[in-house]
């Protein structure tokens, strides 16, 4: 069982910056694919970033150029660094691991874009 805890959600106005943290349990954190996703009240939940083991990035086209995933395998966390934020990226940003068959979710922390 793979434990993900996410922090560093909160209030932030139109174009300011936001640092997700996901912290995972677990000694092999190396190995998985590690995700973030957001859902949006009254919509479906969706893919924002991706990180390999190999450190491959896969973003979301409304995120591109303003949102990079990163992760410290020495540490156990994944990051998502948001720059330029709109009010539309107000969400529930999740932290998701997979690894072989197997994949986890965090608890969700709220962003929220708003002057």
């Known amino acids: 069982q793979v434990q993900l805890v996410e922090s560093g959600g909160g209030l932030v106005q139109p174009g300011g910056s936001l640092r997700l943290s996901c912290a995972a349990s677990?000694?092999?954190?190396?190995?998985?694919?590690m995700g973030w996703y957001r859902q949006a009240p009254g919509k479906q939940r969706e893919l924002v970033a991706t990180?390999?083991?190999?450190?491959?990035?896969n973003y979301a086209n409304s995120v591109k150029g303003r949102f990079t995933i990163s992760r410290d395998n020495a540490k156990n966390t994944v990051y998502l660094q948001m720059s330029s934020l709109k009010p539309e990226d107000t969400a529930v940003y999740y932290c998701?691991?997979?690894?072989?068959?197997?994949?986890?979710w965090g608890q969700g922390t709220q962003v929220t874009v708003s002057s």
């Open positions: 998701k691991a997979n690894w072989a068959q197997y994949s986890y």
């Open positions: 677990g000694s092999i954190f190396s190995l998985y694919l």
């Open positions: 990180i390999t083991s190999g450190g491959a990035t």
